[in-house]
């Protein structure tokens, strides 16, 4: 459990198991002494009672009082810092103790309390690499202290011990850890699902309803400028706008329509000369150069090619988008030994930074100022749904490359 954090479901929890914490910490603590310096001197027929020269009455009076102080941070909302004081106010107790009653005589040292092994064994508990690193390296140096300043062998005993369970503790630990990963894993794609399906409702509502004018403006648009060519220049820009617009709607459909692929064999090669025929003339006016690259003959693949085209229409667009004075794309086509096909998409533009590189693919986020956060969305999922992989590296300043990784056959 992340300390600081004020999420009210952390400090809900955080007191959860400060309040189990404050019960068993007295019942062992209070329980194991008093069995131990008064019921079980009794069954060896010694003399009952504390040993003389510690703290005495004192030292239990100090602990106990540790759990109002305790119930007072609780009810005042911090209930982060108590487990370390609990442990640190004992720690320094029990060795300043130990010391009044072993130092400078020749008693055996038989000293400890289960309470000991209850620190170790429930800091796991609090999820807190911080507290148990504390407690298990705290408990073990409070040994070695004794064990040097009352020269006695005898603690290294409990050195061992506390060695073995903070092992124990540790494994514990870790597994909490990867449980709650695997249960915030599981969450998040819970989220991004309920994500895709508001857009995927979304989509279905108003898809249709703006494809339909957007045909019409667009046919309108291209009819005024067959009938008057040289008169104005903003029916291109008119008609390429539309064109974005329609891209757009064709992403939330994709999104918000049941995926139906057809998977057919298709040649590679014909899917990327499709893409740059429609790429080409963007490339052109931004004086980006296109070189494509294929390693030895490829084979055929069994793949959506409609789905495919439109997945690297979308990256050699982005490409192209991020160098605006020009530069090169780079497509690297080949075969790999565990019979998968390596498509990369390589420019020589800004670059993305490593912590937006994390979120691209979740729905409308972008790095671009006019981006609308789907078109990698739409393309992660088709490469999914295909079952490949997509991975991005990007360099700030140097390029960003794209990596699609398809398998040759989808039924092997």
């Known amino acids: 459990m992340k300390e600081g954090i004020n999420n009210p479901k952390l400090v809900l929890e955080e007191k959860k198991a400060i309040k189990l914490f404050f019960w068993l910490f007295n019942l062992i603590f209070l329980t194991y002494d008093f069995f131990y310096y008064y019921v079980y001197p009794h069954s060896i027929h010694q003399k009952p009672g504390l ?18 102080i305790g119930i007072y941070l609780l009810k005042r909302g911090n209930p982060y810092q108590i487990k370390y004081i609990f442990f640190v106010v004992y720690t320094v107790l029990d ?25 170790v064994l429930f800091s796991p508990l609090f999820i807190n690499r911080t507290y148990f690193f504390l407690v298990s390296i705290g408990m073990i140096v409070k040994y070695g202290l004794l064990g040097i300043i009352l020269m006695d062998s005898r603690a290294a005993v409990a050195v061992w011990m506390l060695i073995l369970m903070a092992v124990i503790a540790f494994v514990l630990l870790i597994r909490f850890i990867s449980y709650l990963k695997a249960i915030n894993s599981i969450n998040e794609e819970l989220r991004q699902k309920e994500k895709l399906v508001v857009i995927g409702q979304m989509a279905a509502a108003i ?36 064109d974005r617009i329609n891209s757009i709607v064709n992403d ?43 390693e030895g003959p490829l084979p055929p693949i069994e793949c959506d090619d409609k789905q495919l085209k439109q997945v690297f229409i979308n990256l050699i667009k982005n490409a192209t988008e991020a160098m605006p004075d020009g530069g090169k794309i780079r497509i690297h086509i080949k075969v790999l030994k565990d019979k998968r096909m390596l498509i990369s998409v390589e420019d020589e533009g800004c670059g993305i ?40 590296e990007s360099h700030i300043g140097i390029g960003t490359k794209v990596t699609v990784l398809l398998p040759i056959n989808q039924h092997e």
Not at 51 to 68: D, M, Q, S
Not at 228 to 233: K, L, T, Y
Not at 260 to 284: D, H, M, R, V, W
Request: hydrophobic share 40%.
């Open 252 to 294: 939330l459909m994709y999104l918000g329509k049941p995926k139906s692929l057809q998977f057919e064999k298709a040649n590679i090669e014909e899917i990327i000369a499709y893409t740059l025929s429609i790429t080409q003339q963007q490339a052109g006016r931004q004086k980006v150069n296109i070189e494509t690259v294929m």
């Open 95 to 119: 060795l300043v103790n130990n010391i009044l009653i072993y130092w400078g005589t020749n008693k055996p040292f038989a000293s400890g309390n289960l309470v000991e092994v209850f620190f």
């Open 207 to 242: 898809g249709h309803e703006i494809r339909n004018p957007l045909a019409s403006l667009k046919g309108f648009t291209q009819l005024q400028q067959e009938r008057s060519p040289n008169s104005n220049n903003f029916y291109p820009i008119m008609i390429q706008e539309i």
């Open 51 to 68: 040993p003389e020269g510690g703290l005495g009455y004192w030292y239990y009076v100090l602990i106990v009082l540790l759990t109002p």
């Open 353 to 392: 930074e490593d912590k937006n590189i994390l979120n691209i693919g979740e729905p409308f986020y972008t790095t671009k100022k006019d981006g609308t956060g789907l078109g990698l969305m739409v393309t992660n999922q088709i490469i999914t749904d295909h079952k490949g992989q997509f991975k991005i």
